[in-house]
């Protein structure tokens, strides 16, 4: 029997440690799993889960994979261990929902406002962008913004070590739309974690914008996944946020990588809206 423990930054947890304890409980060979807080919904799987405050750094999984996640894991065509005892849980299936229901079809937009080695955000979507964003998809489909929280504890989302937040303005330009939904107005409406919340939108959604790292979140829900990466950070040429990355493996979603925000939205927008939306 396999006790998995996942301390790690969320993207590991999800690209590593869920489809290893996801497929162990296929095989009837799952013990138990220990996460972070607000975890379960990733491992809704898991008879035996504990959630405990902590945090692996460095990671765990750099230890486990040595070089080859330094590598590897950033490559378009991805890490060895996808080929065996990997299994990745079915989340658009599991959290496919009534409750979460428009009158349009939703358009997620993921966005993060946390530094990044050490500075300002990268891989993240500023004011001017998002509101382009929503100005061109908001009479089509029912724009919900998922950005964790300003108080991550009310709602049982944990950060990870060392993580800082800053005002990137995303606030300001949702109160200009009243149309878009923000996560934290239906977080205030039930008694969900920030997560369950998260994987029931995006899972009754097929068309999904997210900066590179979060991404890997989206791309476990199908559809289209367009990621935006920075053209000049280190993570610039990481070939895993690329078209066409081994993030398609987690649930058959098709990725669309960027490293300019008008590509990025025009390319959405001539697969998304109908020409004479465009």
Request: net charge negative; glycine share 4%.
């Given at each position: 029997m396999i006790d998995i423990e996942?301390?790690?930054?969320?993207?590991?947890?999800?690209w590593?440690?869920?489809?290893?304890a996801y497929d162990a409980f296929l095989k009837n060979n799952l013990s138990s799993t220990k996460s972070k807080i607000g975890s379960k919904p990733v491992f809704y799987f898991s008879d035996n889960h504990l959630e405990e405050n902590k945090h692996f750094d460095p990671p765990i999984l750099a230890k486990i994979l040595?070089?080859?996640?330094?590598?590897a894991c950033y490559n378009i065509q991805g890490p060895k261990f996808v080929n065996d005892n990997w299994s990745p849980p079915p989340f658009k299936e599991f959290y496919k929902n009534d409750e979460y229901t428009y009158t349009k079809p939703i358009l997620t937009i993921n966005n993060k406002n946390t530094k990044e080695w050490m500075t300002h955000p990268h891989n993240y979507f500023n004011s001017e962008i998002l509101e382009k964003i929503i100005k061109s998809f908001e009479k089509d489909y029912q724009i919900v913004y998922i950005r964790p929280p300003d108080n991550p504890d009310k709602f049982k989302l944990q950060r990870d070590n060392g993580q800082t937040t800053v005002d990137i303005g995303d606030k300001e330009v949702l109160k200009k739309y009243p149309s878009v939904i923000d996560i934290e107005t239906l977080l205030s409406q039930t008694d969900k974690n920030y997560n369950e919340v998260q994987f029931m939108i995006l899972s009754n959604?097929?068309?999904?914008?997210?900066?590179?790292?979060?991404?890997v979140i989206p791309s476990y829900f199908g559809g289209d996944v367009f990621i935006y990466n920075c053209p000049n950070c280190m993570s610039k040429d990481r070939g895993v946020w690329k078209t066409g990355s081994w993030l398609e493996k987690l649930s058959g979603s098709k990725v669309y990588g960027y490293?300019?925000?008008?590509?990025?939205?025009?390319?959405?927008?001539?697969?998304?809206?109908?020409?004479?939306?465009r």
């Open positions: 996942a301390f790690d930054e969320f993207g590991y947890i999800l590593y440690y869920a489809p290893v040595t070089e080859e996640h330094n590598t959604s097929e068309h999904h914008i997210t900066p590179a790292g979060d991404a490293n300019d925000y008008e590509k990025l939205l025009n390319d959405s927008k001539n697969m998304w809206l109908h020409p004479s939306r």
